[in-house]
Nanobody, 121 residues
């Protein structure tokens, strides 16, 4: 089994910063793409940012220039530094990872339980 656990969410004021962390643990052979998604009330889950093993990143237009994704493969951890937060960033943030549990198995997709980020105006 593979578990992803997020941390770092909370309540902040507009313009402030937060750093989210997500640690993957369990039966892990390798991790490919890692990423962050978010879901606001009444809306569909959407991409925030992703990062490959080579360090290539992809960001949603809404967060470009404000959020920075990074990863530490020695710790099986992905981060997102969120600066200049806006009320519209309020959502539950979910970690995602493409994990291979064995050389024999294909990559599978795993999700964390989510962490709430609330930005007040």
């Amino acid at each position: 089994q593979v578990q992803l656990v997020e941390s770092g969410g909370g309540l902040v004021q507009a313009g402030e910063s937060l750093r989210l962390s997500c640690v993957a643990s369990g039966n892990i052979f390798s991790i490919n793409v890692m990423g962050w998604y978010r879901q606001a009330p009444g809306k569909q889950r959407e991409l925030v940012a992703t990062i490959t093993t080579a360090g290539n990143t992809n960001y949603a237009d809404a967060v470009k220039g404000r959020f920075t994704i990074s990863r530490d493969d020695a710790k099986n951890t992905v981060y997102v530094q969120m600066n200049s937060l806006k009320p519209e960033d309020t959502a539950v943030y979910y970690c995602n990872a493409e994990v291979r549990i064995s050389r024999r198995y294909a990559v599978d997709n795993y999700w964390g339980q989510g962490t709430q980020v609330t930005v007040s105006s």
